[in-house]
């Protein structure tokens, strides 16, 4: 289905190209490397329930908000709010977006780029060089770090010099079908092999007394930045959306895409967890806790490869972390597009350029992460955890009672023709005006609790 444009700003060339792209904005590293943790720590299926729950309470209504924003002004965050508002307060809120994305892919380069590294570790392993596959997958090494930073920067600026159908839309028609690919052959490899019913059964049979306070907050938060809400990524995205389309329909699509490949994810990783430990890896910590975090896909993952042996072994291996940089890179092109459209947009720099200046610019500030990773929980912290569900709270401020439902209302209308009768708008408008900003304050002030207690 190709788009008209009066204008010269980028389009989506399909539907279908459009929710690939947000829906790779979607999957990433949240889905396939933070959720499963998260989801190992909170006692499994229970958290599994309440987060698929709270993906739809709050992360679909924000979805649609953040789209109908962006498509409304055709601009990046801070344009947005300028041009559908009066308000001075607004474009700041805009610009914390932007920074929010430059912060969030300063240090999400770092980690891509590991997985870049265990790739090839995973290759260097099979073929008996064991010094370079020890060099190229020790995370403490500063230069190593930044190198694999930069390079994974240049992938991402590279295809975002190709411009919103030609680079962005081709590569993801392409990628993410290979993401789903790749994930089901693996979950029914794994499925066959000792130690995985055990996983299988943490990862379905629900235990409810797990659910807690902690568990709903770390659910909430997984929500928010798995389905990339919060930064305006979706705002960016969205302004390049043809009036044609149901953004509840489309935005529909992109949340199924990314709880699904987050529930693939937890299918894969949580039957592998305990394959590892039925093969003698150490898989929980002195305390009895799961191995956390990085350790989990970048020490308990190529372990399990290496036990597989041969080229089995390194097919999954190799597959598995090349799997893993695809989708981080889908994720990290939205990241860079957020600030990319803003120096386009607000400071009439042709795309080259901004993309160039940007990129180099959060290189910069990634060199310096590289060299001391433990800034990436701070920075990860007031970004992600602060930062993002701010920003989304903002949104629906702004949406409710700024802008004003019957404008969005008008927004959706194109698209969506039978708006006024359907029983979408009446439900969407109480979780956009109370429900959601309700929740997020809620998030916000358990997270912000959390951390001085
Ligand atoms: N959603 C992405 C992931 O799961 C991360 C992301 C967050 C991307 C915010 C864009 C904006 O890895």
Not at 223 to 234: N, R
Not at 331 to 352: A, F, G, Q
Not at 437 to 446: D, E, F, Q, T
Request: aromatic share 14%; hydrophobic share 55%; with cysteine.
């Amino acid at each position: 289905m190709a788009t008209q444009t009066t204008n010269t700003r980028g389009n989506w060339n399909s539907k279908l190209g459009f929710v690939l792209a947000a829906a790779g904005s979607a999957v990433g590293l949240g889905n396939i490397w933070r959720f499963p943790t998260v989801m190992a720590e909170n006692g499994g299926a229970a958290f599994l329930l309440v987060y698929a729950l709270l993906v739809f309470i709050i992360g679909y209504p924000v979805m649609v908000a953040e789209l109908s924003i962006g498509r409304s002004s055709k601009k990046n965050p801070v344009g947005a709010f300028r041009a559908l508002s009066n308000s001075k307060f607004f474009p700041i809120v805009g610009f914390w977006c932007v920074l929010c994305g430059i912060a969030i892919l300063s240090f999400y380069v770092i980690v891509a780029g590991w997985t870049l590294s265990y790739f090839f570790e995973q290759i260097f392993h099979y073929a008996g060089m064991m010094e370079a596959a020890q060099w190229i997958s020790a995370l403490d090494n500063g230069l190593l770090n930044a190198t694999v930073a930069i390079i994974f920067m240049a992938l991402t600026v590279w295809i975002i010099l190709g411009g919103v159908s030609d680079g962005i839309e081709r590569t993801v028609k392409f990628l993410m079908p290979l993401l789903l690919i790749v994930m089901v052959i693996m979950i029914v490899y794994v499925l066959f092999q000792p130690g995985a019913g055990e996983g299988i059964r943490v990862y379905l049979v629900p235990d409810f007394s797990a659910i807690d306070g902690d568990l709903i907050l770390s659910a909430l938060g997984q929500a928010f930045f798995s389905l990339s809400l919060g930064m305006g990524a979706l705002i960016t995205y969205g302004s390049y959306l043809s009036r044609k389309e149901n953004i509840p329909e489309v935005g529909g699509y992109v949340t199924f895409a990314d709880i699904g490949i987050a529930f693939l994810a937890g299918l894969l990783i949580m039957p592998a967890i305990f394959m590892a430990q039925a093969q003698g890896v150490e898989v929980f910590n002195e305390d009895g806790s799961l191995f956390a975090g990085v350790a989990l896909i970048f020490q308990i993952l190529p372990e399990l490869f290496h036990n597989m042996g041969g080229v089995i072994g390194l097919i999954f291996g190799a597959t598995f972390f090349l799997l893993l940089s695809i989708a981080a890179l889908t994720s990290s092109i939205s990241l860079l597009e957020v600030p990319t459209s803003y120096v386009i947009d607000e400071h009439k720099v042709r795309r080259k350029r901004a993309a160039i200046y940007v990129g180099s610019a959060v290189t910069v500030i990634s060199i310096v992460i590289a060299f001391d990773t433990s800034l990436i929980g701070t920075i990860d912290f007031i970004f992600s955890d602060i930062g993002l569900p701010l920003g989304g709270l903002m949104m629906c401020i702004f949406l409710g009672y700024v802008w004003k439902m019957e404008r969005a209302k008008d927004e959706l209308r194109q698209g969506f023709e039978n708006v006024d009768n359907s029983k979408f708008f009446p439900v969407w408008s109480i979780f956009i005006r109370f429900i959601c900003p309700a929740l997020i304050i809620l998030i916000l002030s358990m997270t912000v609790y959390n951390a001085v207690t």
